[in-house]
T-cell receptor
Framework: GAVVSQHPSWVICKSGTSVKIECRSL??????MFWYRQFPKQSLMLMAT?????????EQGVEKDKFLINHASLTLSTLTVTSAHPEDSSFYIC??????????????FGPGTRLTVL | AQKITQTQPGMFVQEKEAVTLDCTYD???????LFWYKQPSSGEMIFLIY??????QNATEGRYSLNFQKARKSANLVISASQLGDSAMYFC??????????????FGKGTKLTVNP
């Protein structure tokens, strides 16, 4: 149980285009979803936290207009990288936590999405 | 200041031997949680073990155990009987609740473990 999926698993796009990444909790209701970015050989850095039905809370230094996060339902959150540039190339990982079952307060991670911007 | 410190960028261990991965943390909270995750080259984050600050006994999960020394603020991961499949990055993380903010995980920089045959 407590499975989180991400789609796509990898994406290559041209500079200036927008890319949407989906994060779904498959077998639990994720009241909170987290989006992380990981550069090669580095740690995970939290970008933003979103609660279902509310605006996302962004970490310091993360541009909210560039990284649009929507958490419209208890099982789906999306991250849209707008006007992507090569420096946005990274590994993006989402996680979800819920308030029921084994997922209470524990974050379950998706498999990640590798974004390459040419 | 770093809240989670992993001082070993890389570690090597022989197959079937035990290895300890170090993690120290910094917090003034009384209630907190400590996690260890494994990240293989595929990128997925695999939960290994959890230790709550009020847990009196060290957490164990199969071949994984957490050596929790609260006074020293350390939460080292011990992997017994290493297997080739244990080769991966290992991240220590702390769950914190910032004032006025939402609960979140803070990760250390990770340790790359290589298990040699």
């Amino acid at each position: 149980g407590a499975v989180v999926s991400q789609h796509p698993s990898w994406v290559i796009c041209k500079s200036g285009t927008s890319v949407k990444i989906e994060c779904r909790s498959l077998d639990f209701q994720a009241t909170t979803m987290f989006w992380y970015r990981q550069f090669p050989k580095q740690s995970l850095m939290l970008m933003a936290t979103s609660n279902e039905g509310s605006k996302a809370t962004y970490e310091q230094g993360v541009e909210k207009d560039k990284f649009l996060i929507n958490h419209a339902s208890l099982t789906l959150s999306t991250l849209t990288v707008t006007s992507a540039h090569p420096e946005d190339s990274s590994f993006y990982i989402c996680s979800g936590s819920g308030t029921s079952g084994r997922a209470y307060n524990e974050q379950f991670f998706g498999p990640g999405t590798r974004l390459t911007v040419l | 200041a770093q809240k989670i410190t992993q001082t070993q960028p890389g570690m090597f261990v022989q197959e079937k031997e035990a290895v300890t991965l170090d993690c120290t943390y910094d917090t003034s909270d009384q209630s907190y949680g400590l996690f260890w995750y494994k990240q293989p080259s595929s990128g997925e984050m695999i939960f290994l073990i959890y230790q709550g600050s009020y847990d009196e006994q060290n957490a164990t999960e199969g071949r994984y155990s957490l050596n929790f020394q609260k006074a020293r603020k350390s939460a080292n991961l011990v992997i017994s009987a290493s297997q080739l499949g244990d080769s991966a990055m290992y991240f220590c993380a702390m769950r914190e609740l910032p004032q006025g903010g939402s609960e979140k995980l803070v990760f250390g920089k990770g340790t790359k473990l290589t298990v040699n045959p």
